[in-house]
């Protein structure tokens, strides 16, 4: 699969997304909660070997969570992307996040430290099997997602994160070369 049929595929899933999430109330009049972008290690061996090399450039959307969510915590929906910059494995991603506030008001008012958790899934441009050497099988275009983040809302517009997130397919295809990746992140809220 291609990154470009990758695209295609996460602009389907992002048109399905807003078509089927219920208009917004008039009370809560937006839809894009955040936007983050950041930089990540790329596959970094925590859970599987290392073998792709290069950075990510990551970028990720988080929408205002839907009425309908609150009875599972209120997760955020989110689609993002990490873009390989040696040419490796590139996905699109999609799922639920959970945030968590650990302290609030550490040096001001509005500043918090918040952990993250996230699952979805992800659509990759990686090799399925018969990868070349440097390259890993990850067994499916199409790859379950989790992260975890640790976050410090600095302003109550800006953050800045530290991320860790993997793909895999839990060993559901005969090759399950996983990718992990770590990294830093900032954060835009709305």
Same mark, same amino acid.
């Given at each position: 699969?291609s ?9 389907? #899933? *992002? ?17 894009? &909660?955040? #936007?983050?972008?950041g $930089? ?10 290392h %073998?792709?090399?290069?950075? &990510? ?6 929408? +205002? ?14 689609l993002?992307? %990490?873009?390989?910059?040696?040419g490796? *494995? ?5 799922? #639920? ?12 008012? @509005?500043?918090?430290? *918040?952990?993250?958790? @996230?699952?979805? !899934? @992800? ?10 050497? !440097? ?6 275009? +199409?790859?379950?997602?989790?992260? +975890? ?5 600095? *302003?109550? $517009? ?13 060993? #559901?295809? !005969?090759?399950? !070369? ?8 900032f954060?835009?809220?709305?």
């Amino acid at each position: 699969m291609s990154f470009a049929s990758a695209e295609r595929h996460l602009a389907l #899933l *992002t048109a399905a997304f807003l078509f089927l999430c219920p208009s917004p109330a008039s009370a809560q009049s937006k839809i894009v &909660d955040e #936007l983050k972008f950041g $930089v990540l290690a790329h596959d970094i061996g925590l859970f599987d070997r290392h %073998e792709e090399s290069g950075a &990510d450039i990551n970028g990720e959307v988080l929408f +205002v969570s839907p009425d309908f969510l609150a009875v599972i915590g209120a997760p955020r929906p989110h689609l993002g992307a %990490e873009i390989n910059t040696d040419g490796n *494995t590139d996905n699109a991603y999609f799922g #639920l996040t959970w945030g968590l506030p650990i302290v609030k008001s550490i040096f001001g008012q @509005s500043d918090q430290l *918040t952990i993250y958790g @996230s699952l979805g !899934g @992800s659509v990759n441009d990686g090799h399925t099997d018969n990868a070349p050497h !440097g390259r890993k099988n990850l067994g499916s275009p +199409v790859l379950f997602r989790e992260s +975890v983040e640790l976050g410090y809302q600095v *302003t109550p $517009v800006n953050s800045v994160s530290i991320l860790l997130d993997h793909i895999s397919n839990a060993n #559901l295809a !005969g090759h399950n !070369g996983g990718i992990t990746n770590v990294g830093a992140r900032f954060g835009i809220k709305f």
